[in-house]
């Protein structure tokens, strides 16, 4: 498929003017933690793909994920040669990267050759550079990597409230402090989330990553911290794009986080009434800012 070919098949399955005859028969799915990569295939399947193939990880994939898939490897974090193989060898010409590979496993590599060789030409390590690195490598074998928000773009966030009371002025003046904090640090490719009291910051996602940010920011705001989480200016939609889900609520709620304020647009909420239920239950006002 040519590469404009390809963009307008993103753009149309984005747009929800989905075609059954430009659905993709078979798709793969590069599977990390969570459920992610199950709402994926269940969004998959009732767009009309056919044939989906997992690549999972062990000590990420749930290990019951592979049940939903009509084929699957399991493989270590590393393993590059094995993917591009895997996919080869299933006929795959399409896939996406569905869940979140936890930062301590892409420092903590037994890489095979293929994945040595990728990592030598990178000047930073880091997420992004890392999956970029592997996209291209995708690509190199006649793989498309589509957007992680493919078939998903009902999960993405509304603008405004979404559950929980409504937030005060003082709440509304922190999501907006926050988002300019949150964007400028996600510029620099430091994080995607601060939590935010009064105008000050309590706590920037780094390395540790967003479950720990609100650990450490939600213990400094004593029942009134912020979090705002945002995608990055140029966000690559293929990965790395801002999820937050139950447990993320169950977090914030043993945190003492009072608001939870994600970008709207740019974020996918999974398992929507799951999460919203959540947020009511713990008293935590859900905005999309």
């Known amino acids: ?109 037994r890489p095979d050759i293929k994945a040595i060789l990728l990592l030598s030409k990178l000047r930073e390590r880091n997420a992004e550079s890392i999956f970029s690195a592997i996209a291209n490598e995708l690509a190199r074998v006649g793989i498309t990597l ?5 078939f998903l773009e009902h999960l993405l966030a509304p603008k405004g409230h979404i559950a929980g009371r409504i937030p005060r002025r003082s709440e509304i003046e922190d999501i907006a402090f926050g988002l300019r904090i949150a964007k400028e640090i996600s510029r620099l490719d430091i994080g995607q989330t601060v939590l935010v009291r009064e105008g000050t910051v309590l706590a920037v996602e780094a390395f540790e990553g967003t479950n720990d940010a609100i650990k450490r920011g939600g213990a400094l705001g004593k029942g009134g911290a912020i979090m705002v989480k945002v995608s990055k200016p140029n966000q690559d939609m293929r990965f790395d794009v801002p999820v937050i889900g139950v447990q993320t609520i169950q977090t914030a709620a043993e945190s003492g986080v009072a608001v939870i304020a994600i970008e709207a647009g740019k974020t996918l909420i999974l398992e929507k009434e799951q999460v919203a239920s959540a947020a009511m239950d713990a008293g935590i006002t859900l905005w999309g800012a």
């Open 1 to 109: 498929m040519a590469e404009a070919s390809k963009v307008s098949l993103y753009r149309t399955i984005s747009e929800g003017n989905i075609s059954p005859e430009i659905i993709p028969a078979e798709f793969g799915i590069i599977a990390g933690s969570g459920a992610y990569p199950r709402l994926f295939v269940q969004a998959a399947r009732k767009a009309g793909v056919k044939r989906i193939v997992a690549a999972c990880f062990e000590g990420e994939t749930d290990p019951a994920f592979p049940e939903r898939v009509d084929s699957f490897q399991w493989m270590r974090v590393g393993q590059l040669g094995r993917l591009l193989k895997f996919f080869r060898d299933e006929g795959i010409r399409h896939a996406v990267m569905a869940g979140q590979i936890a930062p301590r496993n892409l420092f903590d590599l």
């Open 146 to 150: 589509a957007p992680a928000t493919t």
